[in-house]
């Protein structure tokens, strides 16, 4: 899946619990899976690491850091290090506000395409993946600057591709 997605090194660690969700990735190129997610339906942690590979390809990290350096009026180069600019958000909620469409579309891109990655890869489809993940009702919630939009709406926002995946998973390896 990794390499699909253009990535030629990904480590994976495990996390020692739930506390920040079934599945997270630093940068530039971990992914971190909770016991949680190593516990779900093979289709659905497929979904899961395919989402997170998806922030990593896309450098989302670098995006974020970028953008809170410019929305925060920092002079060009005020630091070399990507993690200073990700400090910026924390406690500033206007900060978080504006970077919210963006993290918003990351979340978009990484459901879609960590999707079609599972289809490719692992033959899933978005039923018996990202689709069987979600549940409405369950854990949605952040306030209005949060990253991941309620369950129901990320359902609704992968709808569309269904077709997509279906055709994808003829590619996958039998
Ligand atoms: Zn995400």
Known sequence: MALLAGLSEVHFKQAPDENDGDAYSLAPNVVVLSPSAQNLPPCQLAFVIGHELVHIAQRHFDEDAIALSVYSGKPPYWTRDGDDAMQLADGDFGLALKLS??????????????????????????????????RPGDGDGGGIAA??????????????FTESARRLMALAPR
């Not at 990484?110 to 993940?133: F, K, P, R, T």
């Open 101 to 134: 469409p963006l993290w918003k579309q990351q979340e978009r891109e990484a459901d879609w395409l960590g999707s079609l990655l599972a289809a490719q890869v692992c033959g899933c489809s978005l039923e018996e993946g990202a689709l069987a993940y979600f």
């Open 147 to 160: 990253a991941h939009p309620p369950d129901a709406e990320r359902i609704r926002q992968l709808l569309p």
